[in-house]
């Protein structure tokens, strides 16, 4: 016992996380905003913000928004939305995943969390508008699909109590679900109007331009290479320079670690997103997608499918994979390990449908993405200064939840907690994840039993 402590607290030391930044290969990835320049300078600022995806950007946005007379800068280690925020599949979801069709011991709170992230959806679509760029957000709602008569009852019993207290959900059944969605393969499903889909390399777009227009300075190809923490903080980058900040954002979803933060709270996954060719009419006929609505399943190890504004259908999900050391060796390098989860995508795609069976997919990419044990996000304040805030833990409901995040981050750094009390979220203690290489261990377990159980 007392080696396999002394191992736990070694580890970070023996086995340290490299610093190298996985490149963003997917179909979102063309959209791509025009990179800024990198830092050449020493700066001195009022907020640091590490991370140009969607929780740093939209941070550096509402900051500059309660306080324009700080100088904010974002700092990204290669493009905005080179990471998690721009190769995601593009769901615009509500609530947490923790929550998410399920009601904790205080339904209140939970009804105050879905109309949160409800609203957050509408300010995307108004925020899109007034920076003139359209990220293809469709609020035509978001399905799960119901593989089981369990799951189906579970949607069922959560609809009628979630309907009392005003969350305008539904419950779909078999025909219902076929009408919309073209496959009789599942049992049901819950429907959620105010879900929908996004382009999510627009939406970080969306935030990069806000952002800017608000005031805030933007660093691209800046990696932060490590912080001495303090009253003022010291930011050392890769390419020499250093940045003093009287407050830390650290906006780096599951590479959070690499700078010595969070180690023990967020495990990086990587997972596996595919598309196909534009579909033609006829091939769209086939299908019987009638209705633009995006779609989860009810499985542990989910699939979850969308279709384009060029009509292409994306699918991802399936078996994740975690690598040793917190994602440090790239599974996509391997090409029959990437092969094999593709493979995996395309069998699912046509167990759905069919009528596609002869279409290949056009393009494939994987990454890492932040899951916390309990599935249960954080927002909040640490360090021994408490001057550094931070978003995390999304679990796949980051496209919405990162921009909410955004905004709590902001009134904490001005002080203004108190709205945001009540919520489970801030400053919630993430369940403790063991270090390598218990970490693998226990990881690799986890993912095979749930392979197994649900195969």
Sequence with gaps: MLGTVGLNQLSPGIWREPLVFEPNHSYWARSQPPQNSPLTRDITV???????????????????????????????????????SGRNGAMVLTMTEDRYMNFSSAPAIDKKIYDLTADNVQRLSKLSAATGINCDLETNGALQTLLTREDTKAAQAYVQQARPLGMPVEFWDKPQLAKAIGTEVY???????????????KLVHVFKAAAEQSGAEIHENTAIASIDEGREHLLHTTSGHTIKAKSLVLATNAF??????????????????????PLNEQQLAAVGWRMRVPFNDSRTEVF?????????????GGSPSYTFNNGAGNPSGVATHAAAHFAQLHHELVRIYPALSDINFEIGWDGIVDWSLDESPSVGCTGKYKNIFYGLGYSGHGVNLTSVFGRIIADLEAGRDEPWKQYPFVNNHLEYIPNEPFRWLGAQAGLTWYHLTES
């Design 46 to 84: 009022d907020v640091a913000v590490i991370g140009g995806g969607l929780t740093g950007l939209s941070a550096a946005y509402y900051i500059r928004c309660i306080s324009p007379q700080k100088r904010v800068a974002v700092f990204e280690a290669k493009g905005c939305g080179n990471g998690a």
């Design 187 to 201: 049992e049901a499903a819950f429907f959620d109007p105010n879900g929908g889909q996004v382009h999510p390399m």
């Design 256 to 277: 959070t670690s690499k700078l010595d933060f969070f180690r023990n709270a967020i495990l990086p996954v990587h997972e596996y997103v595919a598309a196909t060719p």
């Design 304 to 316: 979850y499918l969308g279709l384009t504004k060029d009509n292409c259908i994306h699918i991802g």
